[in-house]
């Protein structure tokens, strides 16, 4: 409905680049990230220098799963406004996800300069640290995103996911429950649980953790593979 209405508007106001904008953002909360882009299109021709315009068109082509061109949006973005943290943000996203968490880390202390209280960037900081086999300096990276987010489930979850490659599962547990408290229904957090009980040797739990995952998320193939 609400993009129904926004396309209306748009019949009335074409070069509104506020309503492109729109539009593209409600396209990309539909998945429908080929329209979203499209809008995003519209939206540059109009105004090309444009940053936010930039950064959302990255956020529509990394959700298509185009990272090189959703890289290029970003650094566009950046070219224009170099202070945009969340910018420097999602574009360590898009390197972690080519498989670079080196230059993916640069990305993230640069959104952290510009930003230190940013609590995403910290979390994803520690994800890129994971990444390069380094689980303290995450823990430290997650522990900071907590200090300014309390009830970020997912930092609680991946700072389990730390403890666990250090071979903790019992505070792993501990790390899972808060995660879990925070949003009952993270599918990821019951799975990363269940493989924690089972490093505790309680195989009765770890099942019971593992088809909570399977009842939110049925495809969950790990689970199904660990079950």
């Not at 996203?93 to 952290?112: I, N, Q, R, V």
């Not at 230190?116 to 995103?145: C, F, Q, R, V």
Request: aromatic share 8%; net charge neutral; hydrophobic share 35%.
């Amino acid at each position: 409905q609400a993009s129904n209405q926004a396309g209306d508007l748009l019949t009335r106001f074409p070069r509104s680049v506020a309503l492109n904008n729109i539009c593209g953002a409600i396209y990309t909360g539909l998945k429908n990230f080929d329209a979203a882009i499209n809008s995003y299109k519209k939206a540059l021709t109009i105004k090309p220098n444009y940053a936010e315009t930039h950064y959302n068109m990255g956020a529509a082509l990394m959700g298509k799963g185009d990272l090189n061109a959703a890289i290029d949006s970003y650094n566009k973005a950046l070219k224009i406004k170099p202070a945009y943290a969340e910018a420097y943000n999602n574009l360590g996203a898009a390197l972690m996800g080519k498989d670079e968490p080196g230059t993916a880390l640069d990305s993230y202390k640069k959104a952290l300069k510009i930003k230190p209280d940013y609590a995403e960037a910290h979390n994803n900081m520690g994800n890129a640290l994971m990444d390069k086999g380094d689980p303290d300096a995450a823990i430290d990276s997650y522990e900071t995103a907590l200090r300014i987010k309390p009830d970020y489930a997912e930092a609680h979850n991946n700072m389990g996911n730390a403890l666990m490659g250090k071979d903790e599962p019992s505070t792993a547990i501990d790390s899972y429950n808060k995660a879990l408290k925070i949003k009952p229904d993270y599918a990821e957090a019951h799975y990363n649980m269940g493989a924690a009980l089972m490093g505790e040797g309680d195989p009765d739990a770890a099942l019971v953790s593992y088809k909570k995952a399977l009842k939110i998320k049925p495809d969950y193939a790990e689970v199904h593979y660990n079950i």
